[in-house]
């Protein structure tokens, strides 16, 4: 044989927090764990670089030792996950031990077809080596296909697990909440509505309240570089306060308080010159950092308006509205490597910011709602996951070709694999050849009101970007898209507004739009460290 088999759909050792990101790498046979080939001529590595090889991807430690010894014990929730996670590792390190078989068996077959053996080993003897290896190599390949199904389990197992713990961390709020709540003349009646509620369910309900300052400690992108011209201005609102974006006479952009401290005039209605904001009604003019330079027709006085931390960053324009010292580093929002951007739109749409998180953190709805844009013709699945590790706010959907993830304070990150427009392929996006990435900044305007940035890049096509108005057929699709949703988001609210639960009874694919929701509740309460937080 002139060719070398590598199991590189093996990952390198899997972490915990990785772990439920495993069942898409291993996938390829059946559906399950997969045995790819790299293919090169046997002459071209050395004894040295087969070793170096094949040794990142199987010289793995054995984890059975490391496992918590837990036999005879009943465990909490959360001693079962770890329990579970370590059900993963194991699966791993035995298909690792598994493809290594079949890698030396493979070098065998090469070393008994070699020529030179030819020189001293009759095709009788040829023939009844290849015939035993061929016998070890069917077993070996039997063997790969159990540790298939051992994968496959240990990720039901770890899932369900999830489900668990995510149902205890809502059992512990509820009691948290009941705990300190004043105890009023209807007891009786509220515990029975207790014991009507599902044991899983989130209270959201009623008016949305005023939002809370801890909420306001982050970077908030605001809107696309490419939006803000030198003499352009773009008014926004955030957390109910108005506020107006402008570049200085360096170029950098500045946030300040969109009414003149004059009159209360909109500032936004005025214009910019030379780096300055200027009002329409008696011609004061702001710096980026809120100071007023001009007077005309009276003494210049010393009066400053309120403005905000402002940085540009990767095509985006962010914004600190909170109290506290902003933190020096703003995440990345960059499509991945060898995309290119299409679209930016930027929407003001009358929901919450988080129902519309809500909405975008979920695609189980996709085949009921949007069967006359991009779901239109999908087949409604008998089962819809979403698989992400137990400490993370990213994961995957099953069986959707769909990476997600949640970024805080208000982004949602997404990959989808497609073969041509409107069309899902594959049962993971590293099974797709072609790509859509696209980016939703959902910022809280006021308590009625979002202002949304959507950006959409794809990994093939790059000539789509330069036919004339094809910006205006994104927004177009985009719109559409969305108006699908806002028919239905738009109900939920008024619902929740006369007092209904918008989150009264979770079930297993909503489990990312459940993260969200305690993240935020945990932000809110104060907790320290946040829930899903990524390891710093």
């Known amino acids: 044989m002139t060719a070398i088999a590598a199991a590189v759909a093996l990952s390198l050792p899997i972490s915990l927090c990785n772990s439920c990101k495993v069942s898409k790498k291993f996938q390829g046979v059946k559906g ?45 929730v959360y001693q079962a996950l770890e329990l579970a996670r370590y059900d993963i590792q194991y699966c791993d390190w035995r298909a690792r031990q598994d493809l290594r078989t079949i890698v030396l068996l493979h070098e065998k077959v090469v070393e008994v077809l070699n020529p030179l053996a030819r020189e001293y080993k009759s095709i009788g003897t040829m023939k009844k080596e290849l015939a035993e290896l061929q016998g070890e190599l069917a077993q070996a390949h039997k063997q790969v296909h159990i540790s298939e199904a051992r994968v496959s389990a240990a990720l039901d197992k770890l899932a369900y697990m999830e489900e668990l713990v995510n149902g205890k961390l809502l059992e512990d709020k509820a009691k ?20 009507k509620r599902p044991r899983k369910s989130l209270d959201v309900s009623g008016p949305v309240q005023p939002y809370h300052p801890r909420l306001k400690n982050f970077w908030y992108p605001v809107a696309f570089s490419t939006d803000l011209k030198d003499e352009t201005m773009i008014p926004i609102d955030c957390f109910e306060e108005p506020w107006v974006l402008f570049r200085g006479k360096d170029g950098n952009p500045g946030c300040i308080q969109n009414t003149c ?30 100071k007023c330079e001009k007077m ?24 600190w509205p909170g109290d506290d010292p902003p933190t020096t580093t703003l995440p990345s929002l960059q499509p991945p490597s060898g995309f290119v951007i299409h679209a930016e739109i930027v929407m003001e749409l009358p929901v919450e910011h988080g129902l519309l998180l809500d909405n975008l953190l979920d695609l189980a709805h996709a085949p ?29 959907w099953d069986p959707y070709p769909i990476d997600m993830e949640f970024q805080p304070p208000c982004m949602v990150l997404s990959t989808i694999g497609i073969s041509k427009p409107g069309k899902l392929e594959g049962q993971s996006t590293k099974e797709c050849a072609t790509h859509l990435h696209q980016l939703h900044v959902c910022l809280p305007s006021s308590r009625n009101k979002t202002r949304l940035l959507y950006r959409m890049s794809l990994d093939f096509a790059p000539l789509l970007k330069h036919i004339p108005f094809m910006h205006y057929l994104w927004r177009h699709f985009a719109e559409q898209v969305l108006n699908e949703d806002l028919r239905l988001v738009i109900g939920q609210q008024e619902r929740m507004i006369n007092g209904a639960n918008v989150w009264n009874w979770p079930v297993a694919y909503d489990k990312l739009g459940v993260r969200y929701r305690l993240w935020r509740d945990a932000v809110e309460r104060g907790s320290k460290p946040l829930p899903f937080s990524k390891p710093m």
């Open 368 to 396: 009921f709602t949007h069967t006359s844009t991009f779901a239109k013709g999908w087949t409604v699945p008998s089962l819809v996951k979403f698989l992400t590790p137990a400490s993370g706010l990213q994961g995957y």
């Open 261 to 290: 401290a004059h009159r209360a005039c909109p500032l936004h209605l005025g214009s910019v010159n030379e780096g300055r904001i200027q009002c329409p009604y008696h011609g004061w003019e702001y710096t980026t950092d809120g």
């Open 296 to 319: 005309p027709s009276t003494r210049l006085l010393n009066v400053k308006i309120k403005s905000l931390p402002c940085l540009e960053q990767e095509g985006m324009i962010w914004i």
């Open 32 to 76: 399950g764990f997969g045995v790819f080939a790299v293919l090169g001529e046997a002459n071209s590595l050395g004894p040295s670089d087969k070793k170096s090889l094949w040794g990142t991807l199987f010289d793995v430690e054995d984890p059975r030792s490391k496992a918590p010894q837990c036999k005879g014990r009943f465990l909490d």
């Open 176 to 195: 948290m909440e009941s705990s300190i709540a004043a105890p009023s003349s209807s007891t009786s009646t509220q515990s029975l509505d207790t014991m």
